[in-house]
Structures are given as C-alpha cells and as structure tokens.
C-alpha cells in the first residue's frame, strides 16, 4: 500500500512539474505588461492562461541573437495603432502595419519580393521576379490538406486556422493580448480588428501584438509591438470655432459684435451613438444664459470685451436592451448599475438606465469641453466707395494708376494688402502689403499700378493684430492713351501751324496794299473782336502753365 501512495505522489509530482514547465500565453504575451488576475471576459478572446506551442511557436527574449535572422535582408518594424478614446459599450479598432526592410514588398499574391529598379536589392530584370519568400509556391507544393496534418495551419494554443478562399495570401500570424485575454487571428502584411469595451474596465490599457511568419517546419517570430488605448465612460467631443473676421482662428482670441460659430465633434469612429438622441447645453460665460439645443452647430455673438470661459456639456440618451427582471424584487421604474472605475482618480460611474415608451430602455452618457477665449475690438467691415482713374503725362505713361478709397468699421487698420486676379478671382497675379497709419477715421486711398489693360478682380484686405477684413470688386482697365493723345495734339497742332503760316503769306501777297492809320470806329471794333478771338484760341491751344508733372499724390492718406 505504502508502494502505491508513493508512485501516486511521484505522479502528481511530475504532472506539477510539467505544468510549471508549460508555456502559456501569459508567459509570452505579458512580457511589457503586468499581469491581470481578475477581469470580465472580452467576447470572442481567450484567457491567456492556455497553453502556448512553443515548438510551432517559439519565442525569444528581447536581445536574443535569433532577431538577427529571422528575415531575410534586415529585421521588419510593427505600427500598432487604435482609434481610441472609446466610449465604454463601443468598439475599438486596432490597426498593425508592418515594415520591410528597404526594396522589399508585398505582392498581390502576398509573397515577399524585391522592388524592380531598387538599388539595395539583388539585380531584377526586366521579365524576372526575385523573391524574398515564395510562399505560393510551398503553399502549392504542400496543399492544405497536408499542411494541416502536419499541424502547419493551427494557431499556437491548437486551433486551425479559418479555412476562406484568401488563405493562401495570408502568411502571417496576429497575436493580439490584453486585459489577461487574447485574440489570434491570420493576415497579410497590414490588419485591423474591432474590440467590443462593455467589459473592459474605464481608464489606460496596453495592448500587444506578436506578429509570426509562415515557415517550412514551425513559424519564426519576426516583430513585436504594443499601443495604449483608453476606455472612458465620458463622451469624447472637441469644439473647433470659426469667424468670419478673425486672423488666427487658433489663438482662441475672437472679435466683439461678430458672431462665433461653434462645432461639435463627438468622436464616435464605430457609430455607436447613431440611434441616440444627444443634446447640447452651451455656457458662453458672457451672462447670456444657459442654451440647448440638438445640433452639434450653433453660433454665438460677444457683446463685451473681455476673457470668457466656454462650457459645453453633451448628453446622449443611448437605447440598449433592457436587463430582465426578477420576480422576487418589484419592477422598478429606474434602475442604477454601479461599475468599478479604473482610472486615475479611481472614482466610480454610476450609468442610471429608464424605461423608454416604447418598452425598450436607454442609459445617460455625458460628455464635457471646456476652454477659455478672448473678445478684442477687430475690423468688421470693408467697403470700396469710389475708384478713380488718375490722368498720366506723356513721362508717367507706362502704368496706369487707379485709386481705391475704402473705408471701414470697428478697430483700425494697421496694414492693407491688395490681391489683383484674373476676372474669375482665381489666378492671383500680384500681391502687394503696405503699412497704414490711421489715427482717427477708418479712411484711406489706395493707388495701385496696372500694367496691361484688362478687367480685373481686386481684393482688398485691411488687417490689424487680431482681424481681417475684406472688400472685392472688378474694374475694367483701358490701355495708357495718355502719351498717344498728347503726340496726336501736337502732331495736329503742328499741321494746323503750317498751313495757317502758308495761307495767311499767299492772302499777304495777293491783297498787300498800302492803307492809312486811321480807321473808323466800326474798323476797330471788328479789329478788337479778331484780336479775341485768337487770343480764346490760343488759350485754348497754348496754355500759359509749363507745369507737366504734377504731384501723383497730392491727396492726404493715399497709400
């Protein structure tokens, strides 16, 4: 009997001892992670207390000199990402991408081969592929049925692979773990997977993936990487603010008597807030009150200047299906489900859950933004209330000058920019910025140079620190005629100069005779109206004033 009891005891003995000899995937997996005793179960994952293969699986420590061969060409870099924060009841998706080694790809087959015209890589010619791994052709030669009997298409906990049409281009090995849980599945060279957050508790959490390639005999660890993604209980939602007039929209500085408009983004990548009815509740903190409404848009106007601080509070009412109800208790018109808060200030979330009308029931999300702005005097207005053409002599031909005066409302401008365009206001074609002074009304001239006639479209822009505002409008510009006009007058001048001269000496020669001083009365009124005459026309032809070139800007303000 004694001989009995001891062989029982060396059998126990031994089967502890090959446990504790047994890889888990807690063992592999929990390597950059503390491990987790207690959590809910993750639906579609596994505990990682089950056994790991490491023979088909085999795994190194960081810094093993197995790293150095396991690629072919140099060692494949993983991206692990997600699209946290989620909202705890949504999905979360993870992204892997993974990166070869220079000149290496993926083909559509999913075989790794060399990039044609790569100078890193091994010569390819023109109607040849180099391979990196041929997996097509092993996949082809062993089949799966005969991979499968010797065990080359299960998982490392046993499981076979999913046996779709794509299985030939998948040749990689996903091993996804967190929260004591993983989740294994097969891919080319870039993933994604949805995580279902119900039972995952609130707060920060590490997710890792282990990534094996496909192998003749066992499969070759070839990267790791790891993510941290967040689970809350609140709503993520971030407010951008635009208006009209404002220079820099990201130094949350805004404008008086200007309306600000506000837009919700509620940060839901999985949708789960698509049947919810949310509201918004906005504090503007300028005393005008609390104000709901149902559109994610609303616009706001600041009467004062000031700092002010923003408060906005989104709250979704999400349907869900009711929990039954048991027939010991009475059935409540409110229930109230309390769950363990793993955060930072370690607080507790209470989801309150009512009876809808229509006999379903909803749960109560809330989510929060806050930020504080300031309101400043800025440029409201600009308006172009007159364009003048300015005449040219014949030295100042070469462009034509056209004056703009605009003015203003609100605070003054300090400087002011011109953009002239094509008609349609697309091409820009110039550009020109010039400082202004203005000390007391917002009232100035604008004289900008056109070299080509045309029609043009004209922007005009006067900015200070904090604001901009723009006028626009077309003009139409004619060809710089002023030098053609003056040579046309002298030239005509001339002409009438010369044929005057010859006929009045052909009237001196055919009438000349000899006539007494003294003339009637008569005589000299007619003589005193020809005198007027040409002098009228010599005014009009020959103006006393040598001045050709006024000053261009004779008017006070012109810039």
Known sequence: MSGVCHHLRFLLLAEAVLCAATTRYQDVLSHQTSPITSYKNIQGWSSDQNKWNEKLYPFWEEGDPKWKDCWKGGRVTAKLDSDSPA???????????????????EDNDGNIVYERNCTQGPPVFQDQQVYVYNWTEWIDNCGWENCTSNHSHVFPDGRPFPHHPGWRRRNFVYVFHTFGQYHQTTGRSSVRFSVNTANITLGKHTMTVSIYRRGHSAYVPIARANAIYVVTDKIPIFVSMFQKHDRNISDSIFIKDSPITFDVKIHDPSSYLNNSAISYKWNFGDGSGLFVTSSSTT??????????????????????????VTSTAPLPTSAVMTTASSNSDSSTTVESMEDNPDGGCHIYRNGYYSTGISVVEGILEVNIIQMMSIQMTESQAENSLVDFVVNCQGSLPTDVCTVVSDPTCQVSKSVVCDPVVVTDECLLTIRRAFEEPGTYCINITLRDDTSQALASTLIAVNAGSSSGTTEGVFIFLGLLAVFATIGAFVLYKRYKQYKPIERSAGQAENQEGLTAYFSNFKAIFFPSSTERNPL????????
């Open 552 to 559: 261009l800007k004779s008017k006070p303000g012109i810039v």
């Open 87 to 105: 909202l705890v009841g949504s999905n979360v998706t993870f992204f892997v991408s993974l990166k070869f080694p220079k000149c290496q790809k």
């Open 299 to 324: 616009s706001h106007t600041f009467t004062l200047q000031g700092n002010f601080t923003l408060n906005l509070t989104a709250q979704a009412i999400i349907p869900v299906p009711c929990k039954p």
